[in-house]
């Protein structure tokens, strides 16, 4: 089943293999691609930012990832994720969304923010739920 594991920067190499699937970027940071070091260094500067970062672990196999990162530019917590293509359809991203939502609570944030692309159906049915 699913866990839900804090992430730090030297487990930023487990999680690098999603950015580059493209399947899964193609909604985040405008659809940019990215090599494994453009990966790391993208993970590597969310880090930095005030953030909260999660592996998203089914049956102890990397499944995800998401993040609650705070947005100057939308003064506000946005929550993002990425499923691994083999891992959808399992109601993973739909856990992580209530299981940030617990978090936040629990540390002060009040308000969550998701930025859905028009095209990401699937990731709009998991926010509305």
């Known amino acids: 089943m699913l866990r839900l594991k804090r992430m730090t920067a030297a487990e930023v190499p487990e ?19 990215h090599d494994a070091r453009s990966a790391a260094e993208a993970l590597h500067r969310y880090l930095e930012l005030p953030s909260h970062h999660w592996q998203l672990l089914w049956d102890g196999t990397l499944a995800g990832y998401g993040h609650l990162l705070w947005s100057d530019y939308l003064d506000a917590w946005t929550v993002s994720y990425m499923v691994a293509p083999a891992f959808q359809g399992r109601g993973i991203a739909t856990r992580f969304v ?25 990731s709009a049915r998991v926010v509305e739920n």
């Open 15 to 33: 999680v690098v293999p999603l950015f580059l699937e493209g399947s899964l970027t193609r909604y985040w940071e405008d659809g940019r691609r």
């Open 98 to 122: 209530e299981e940030a939502k617990t978090f936040a609570l629990a540390n002060g944030i009040s308000s969550l923010c998701a930025c859905i692309h028009p095209d990401n159906g699937a």
